[in-house]
């Protein structure tokens, strides 16, 4: 599987982004996806994931802010990113892997990241 995001940019805290990773190479719809952020000097960590079914999990930080989705027909998975605060600054990865998954950094497949800058 090959991805590739896009989206990322400079936004002022309150603002909105969406981020968008298009994935190729095998059946996009059996898979997990994914996206996870690094920020400067922090350790990576799991942002969301969405289900071949739509289901979807989040980390406590981004809940009510962020919403995760797919379209099976693109094979696209989107990063809706709403009221952003400075400490979303970060580099956000796609990523995919097979079920089950974890928010350990550990999938199988990921994308070359996008930066995130959130200014105060």
């Known amino acids: 599987v090959q991805l590739q995001a896009s989206g990322g940019g400079l936004v002022q805290a309150g603002g909105s982004l969406r981020l968008s990773c298009a994935a190729s190479?095998?059946?996009?719809?059996?898979?997990?996806m994914g996206w996870f952020r690094q920020a400067p000097g922090k350790e990576r960590e799991f942002v969301a994931a969405?289900?071949?079914?739509?289901?979807?999990h989040y980390v406590d930080s981004v809940k009510g802010r962020f919403t995760i989705s797919r379209d099976n027909a693109k094979n696209t998975v989107y990063l809706q990113m709403n009221s952003l605060k400075p400490e979303d600054t970060a580099v956000y990865y796609c990523?995919?892997?097979?079920?089950?998954?974890?928010?350990?950094?550990?999938?199988?497949?990921w994308g070359q990241g996008t930066q995130v800058t959130v200014s105060s």
């Open positions: 990523a995919a892997d097979s079920p089950p998954y974890s928010e350990h950094d550990s999938w199988d497949w």
């Open positions: 190479g095998r059946t996009f719809s059996t898979y997990v």
């Open positions: 969405v289900s071949w079914s739509g289901s979807t």
